[in-house]
């Protein structure tokens, strides 16, 4: 069982920047695919970013690309989104999720989820 644990949320003005953590602990696998959603009031939780733990290969929902930066510390178990440029539309709670499954974009697929942490952005 792994546990995540997100940090880093809070309020910033538009064109603002924020970084996001997420810390795993618990028993991990050697190989796994951790990745950031989001959630708005009255919408569906959509995905933001993912990264391949071993690889670091990462990916990006078009709506955050060149803006946002996922990234990892295996030596601390942590993952990391960096925004920049922030728009208010960015205005989300923010979920760290973890598979062992194949790269994905569905967060039905994911297994493991944080608590969430409220990123608020305003005009």
Known sequence: QAQLVESGGGLV???GSLRL???ASGRLLSTYIMAW???APGKERE???RVNW???ITAYADSVKGRFTISRDITKNTMYLQ???LKPEDTAVYYCAMTPSLPTT???LY???????QVTVSS
């Open 106 to 108: 569905q967060a039905r």
């Open 111 to 117: 297994d493991y989820w944080g608590q969430g942490t």
């Open 13 to 15: 003005q538009a064109g």
């Open 47 to 49: 995905f933001v970013a």
């Open 21 to 23: 953590s997420c810390a």
């Open 37 to 39: 959603f989001r959630q």
């Open 83 to 85: 925004m920049n440029a």
């Open 54 to 56: 071993r690889s670091g």
